[in-house]
């Protein structure tokens, strides 16, 4: 899939149809084509980042918000997690880095293991 991207856009053309997402400032994007996928990490207001599966077709598959307990920044490589993301998690001690496997299915994330 060839997907378009600007500071604020995001773009495809999936069976004939142009899809365009507009989403305040793009952090990140990354396409699962085995899941009809497109993540897309973004930043609204200033606010904590927000992750978003949209499907091929152009309708949103889920939506995460970060918030101060718990967020995520970027994409991440892992040679064990498939779909791998990298947040935090407010603990004790303060803001603590971690890898997330995020279900591309209902956009659950779950906490793999520290980043460091």
Sequence with gaps: MNIE???SEV???YQGELTKIDKGKILGIRDIPSHELILII?????EYPI???IN????RRFI???RDEVGI???ANHPRIENAILGWIKEDNGYIEYYFDINVITGKLTKYGRAY
């Design 11 to 13: 773009s495809w053309i």
């Design 56 to 59: 091929y077709c152009g309708s």
């Design 64 to 66: 995460f918000y970060s």
């Design 5 to 7: 991207r600007t500071e």
């Design 73 to 75: 920044s970027d994409f």
């Design 51 to 53: 992750l978003e599966g």
């Design 42 to 46: 973004y930043e609204e207001n200033n």
